[in-house]
Nanobody, 123 residues
Framework: VQLQASGGGLVQAGGSLRLSCAAS????????MGWFRQAPGKEREFVAA???????YYADSVKGRFTISRDNAKNTVYLQMNSLKPEDTAVYYC??????????????????WGQGTQVTVSS
């Protein structure tokens, strides 16, 4: 499985961006798909994850502003980001987990990673 993230860019505070993560190779609906981010000098942190349509999780810092979704037919996961803040600035990574062990919020749960896409929010 290879993941390709795209959609990052520069946006003003309050603006929106939509990230996409396209998978080559089959991504089963049972796979957990996640988004993480890493700001300069900080550890990679969990942003959102989705498994089934009713298994969706968000970090508290993005809840109510970000929406994760997936299109299994297109092997693609999306992250709609609204009301962006300067503290959302980071490299965003998508990830896939085929062997879920119960900790969707840990990077170690995910075996497959995309290359990252830069999101910069100006104040």
């Amino acid at each position: 499985v290879q993941l390709q993230a795209s959609g990052g860019g520069l946006v003003q505070a309050g603006g929106s961006l939509r990230l996409s993560c396209a998978a080559s190779g089959r991504i089963y609906s049972s796979y957990f798909m996640g988004w993480f981010r890493q700001a300069p000098g900080k550890e990679r942190e969990f942003v959102a994850a989705i498994r089934w349509s009713n298994s969706i999780y968000y970090a508290d810092s993005v809840k109510g502003r970000f929406t994760i979704s997936r299109d299994n037919a297109k092997n693609t996961v999306y992250l709609q980001m609204n009301s962006l803040k300067p503290e959302d600035t980071a490299v965003y990574y998508c990830a896939a987990c085929s062997d879920y062990r119960g900790t969707y919020y840990l990077a170690s749960e995910y075996a497959y990673w995309g290359q990252g896409t830069q999101v910069t929010v100006s104040s």
